[in-house]
């Protein structure tokens, strides 16, 4: 099956098909935005000054009900996809040659235009088709598209009597939408057709497939955020590749017919069943004693309840199929007895489930050919919500209910309030009850679904209500209709409970995935009522446990789910009760691509045996075979061998021995033993999860954003800051892999004790922020980033920092552990436990306190620990964006060649790179020995993973010339290390600090590919190593910062360093500063005709007009000056080479000129404005302020921090 065609094709279907249904509603004065009158004259309808037939005023009736109830929108959404699930369900039928009268209705066997029915018209013997009309039709020659609606109605019809769940009688509002030019070229029939290969049609997969992507749209719609009822299929809903759907259904069916029949033919024939180990002898004893002696076909029940589009009913269909032609049943009883006893299904979306009707219905079409003329009742549901019930109502219109006066009402005054009579109703006071709670139970049932439990006096009495209304029948008079409206509206909610309360022999199940975040509220107000709270981190976990505690022991269940359940804390409780209720009886973990190559989905799907607690489940890991097609051979290849060594051999209990129950299946029994036998890191140090501002982008900045002397450094309490006048704390915030020190960046909103973040609350008044563990604020500790992308990483927590909830922290108790814990966690043998706690590179505090530490990790030498520290703190401060910056490190040596300054510092560096990998591996060494690891960790270490800047000589040329940016806008001095000025609006700049290499007095430096001003930044840079090298070694030294940019041939070295200047310096800029920088880039537009660098924090009220003063004006006169000397030098020109080259270097000058006009008017305008920056605001609220002045405006105001 070509799926990549069907991702292509099924999507823009959708689209044309509601296209399609709304052209229609508007035709008949339905649209968006209004609804045209109709008015009846005789047997026509008028609307909008056009004709219809009479009928068409009675199903535009019905339109306009449905819209009022649901909304337009959503009635053409569902318009759509009724008649894309029938041409779908008519495509599959005439492929097969499953149509009675043998023709085909949308296309031709030999590929003609014409769908063949249209030839055979005649010959057509359809229900409610008047053969007269269609002789009429098809001899006038032209009307083939009316003959050809007929022909469709009927066949749709015709399908209703076997299977009305998917092709109701035709003729209500549903034929109202029937598209219109279905014989077009560009049809939405012939589109399916052609764009389908007819060999995709052979399997009844293609229905769930084709259901998948013509819903993708609506799924990446309402994904990731909280969603409406109706939206909830779309967001939840993921169909099941073939292979996992066997592996699911025949090691829980199958596995179920092979534990009592072990002989059975049909293990042969389960390519996914999974042999388990030999059981121990408790374990064995139990399941002999819960194995029933003998199994009757036709009393073994499946549900999936969430059945979507019937994959996983269709699979057990198979397979029981081959259950009872072993037991010697003929194939013609099969399909009805597996239909009807065998099979139940449910799901809140009503297309779903008419496709998985229909599924089911075609695969016993293969193996009875009369089942289409024999309709069956199928136990497959979509879930009804009764919230539009009137309980009453439906209990006044009960078979045997009246209410008979015992007094007779003698109101005189009829037209007033009616007077008090007395009157008793007759019937049963049970069945009003259960009606009443029925009616209650199912008011959320397109929410709740098959989360819904029915409780177990209403179970007891649905017998009872079931039994007085199966006799009604009479619909001769009003009430006989009403009570059979009643009966039938009461029939359907009991099924739904019956369904939802039976005990099943399987349940298996690809439930719907919503984290906690995303669902709704009415679901986690269930969840809290339904004892489900404990596993409402995601809908899928709250799905099983319904389902695990409803079932008794013996019940077979498979899932298939996202496999974070398996490790993190959030699902704990989820595990416990697996665990609690029986064994994981096989597991299998597929690559992220397993579904198709595109498609990345993290998943797993298991099996669990209710008999025991004790088996040894097989577990098997693909996450190392890359690809979908490669999944199921991979998987096929380790059930049966069993020496794959990505198949594992584990006990359910020996994950409850490991803290918080993580499934960690492939770690060794030597690994195990580490957690069992040892302390935990949590009885040594206090791992916490910190702040939560609440809003991130009103509360943190990164340091360099604001004023430096509005920081608060050195503090050691919270208590400290109720008198400090700073607004700004250093914070721990995560970030990116980096281990021993570093990531020292972001700084937080903390003043007078957090005031601002501790009353942050919404329009309602809740509190928006999660102060938490404050107490725990400015302690030293270790740190970590909660969420990783690589490797875990950990660091030294020095005193004087907040922590928020990407920045987790532990608080040793004894802080002689500070640096041993650190030591371990960022050791080999600390990721390994970590990674078996948790693969998700997600690390919550549960999971670091969880780590287990043996009481020699304390002797292990803490000097190697010192080291790493100093070098990984030596690393960090070597860059800009540290505060403890002190100046360029190429500066180090004072020798007068910058080649040799940056080839000692790469040696320095990659000197540093040995140390640490030694050093580690070294401390990994000692924890292997510790921990009788040897042989199941390897203590080396990969270059990938230290954490320290790599020796990159082109790296170095454009760091050292943003040092000198720095120098020459007044950051930074050539004279004193660290910052010289970090303030705001230049105030308290002192000229004075600066020495041979004067900060520039304006704090504007022009950055400009034409040398117009002598105080450029090129031609400052070119003094700039004159003073701090030598300038004897100018020359030299700039032509090596020139080719390490990369010089172009005819290229001047200072030529080359202008446009590094010009066209990339900004670009590395943003990227050192993470889109908040501190020199801005004023640009007159694409044509660079002018462009500066100012300083962020000496920008004050004044700056642009002085820029405009000192800069763009006298740049003016220049270019017009130059645009007049070409004029000169043209005529003058000896050759038309000459005089093209001439012309050239004027046309460009003439349309910077225009730019440059037009950038003068806009910054005087801004310039009288005299704009007043706030630095608290932070760079990307203040860079907004100068409309087009700046250069990659949205670069900073419209993206994240990353």
Known sequence: MNRNKLKSYAPKARRAFIQAVTARASKFGITTSKIEPVQVQGDVALIGGQAYPRKVAEQRRKLEERIALRGFEQVMEEAAYTWFNRFAAIRFMEVHGYLDHGYRVLSHPEGKATPEIIEHAEHIDLPGLGRDKVISLKLDGTKDEELYRMLLTAQCNALHA?????????????????????????????????????????????????????????????IGRVVKPEDIPAATQLFTPNWIVKYMVQNSLGAKWIAVYPQSGIRTKMEFYVETEEQSGDAKATLASVTPAALNPEKLTLIDPACGSGHILVEAYDLLKDIYLECGYSLREIPKLILTKNLFGLDIDDRATQLACFALMMKAREDDRRILTNPLHLNVLSIQASDHLNALELIRHLPGERRIELLPNSDLFSETIAQPTLAINTGSKLNRATVHSLVELFQRGKTLGSLI?????????????????????????????????????????????????????????????????????????????????????DMFSMFIERWLRSQPTGTYFAFMTPFVWMYISSFERFRYSILARGSIRTLVQPEYHAFFDSAYVPICAFAIDTRSRQQIGEYFDLGK??????????????????????????????????????????????LRNAFKKRRSLGSLASPRAGLATGDNTIFQRYWWEVAFDNIGFGVTSIDETKHRSEKWYPCNSGGPFRKWYGNNEIIVDWQHNGQRIRNFKDANGKLRSRPQNTEWFFREGITWTKITSSFFSARIKEAGFVFD??????????????????????????????????????????????????????????????????MSKKDWDERETSWNFSSTALLGSKTTCLSQEIEAWNQERTNRIKETINLEESINQTLINLYNLNGKVDKNVDEAQVSLARPNPLSDVKQAMSYAIGCMLGRYSLAEPGLAYASSGNTGFDASRYGDFPADEDGIIPITETAWFSDDAANRFSEFLKVAWSLEALKENLRFVADSLGAKANETPMDTIRRYLSRDFYKDHLKTYKKRPIYWLFSSGKEKAFECLVYLHRYNESTLSRMRMEYVTPLQGRVSARIEQLDRDIQAASTTAAQKKLRVEQEKLKKQQAELIKFDEELRHYADKRIK?????????????????LAEVKTVTGGSDE
């Open 453 to 537: 439990e029915v409780p177990s006096d209403l179970q007891s009495h649905l017998d009872i209500l079931k039994s007085d209304i199966e006799g009604t029948t009479s619909a001769n008079s009003l009430e006989g209709q009403l009570q059979l409206h009643s009966s039938a509206t009461i029939a359907s909610l009991m099924m739904q409970a019956e369904v939802l309360s039976r005990h099943y022999d399987c349940v298996v199940a690809n439930p719907p995935y919503m984290g906690l975040k995303y669902i709704t509220a009415s679901i986690k107000e269930y969840a809290a009522r339904a004892s489900l709270k404990d596993h409402s981190a």
């Open 625 to 670: 075979f890359y690809g979908a097609e490669l999944q199921p051979v991979k998987l096929q290849e380790a059930v049966q061998n069993k020496s794959a060594n990505w198949r594992y051999s584990v006990a359910s209990s020996e994950f409850a021995a490991l803290p918080g129950s993580p499934f960690a299946y492939s770690i060794p029994s030597e």
């Open 162 to 222: 076997a299977m009305p769940f998917l092709f109701e009688l035709i003729n209500d509002e549903t034929e109202l939408l029937l598209p219109d030019n279905l014989l077009h070229s560009d049809s939405l029939i012939r589109q399916m057709v052609s764009q389908i290969d007819e060999s995709d049609w052979q399997e009844i997969e293609i229905i769930g497939w084709l259901y998948q992507f013509y819903i993708s749209e609506k799924k990446d719609e309402v």
């Open 805 to 870: 909830d990407t920045g987790r922290s532990a608080f040793p108790i004894d802080m002689s552990w500070q640096k041993p814990l650190l030591g371990l966690l960022c050791s080999k043998v600390g990721g390994v436990f970590l990674s078996t706690l948790n693969p998700t590179m997600s690390y919550t505090s549960g999971d670091i306190g969880n780590v287990p530490v043996d009481d020699a990790v304390k002797s292990i030498d803490c000097s190697l620990v010192d080291r790493l520290i100093e």
């Open 1173 to 1189: 920056l706030d630095l608290d605001d932070g760079v990307k609220v203040n860079y907004g302020k100068f409309g087009n002045l």
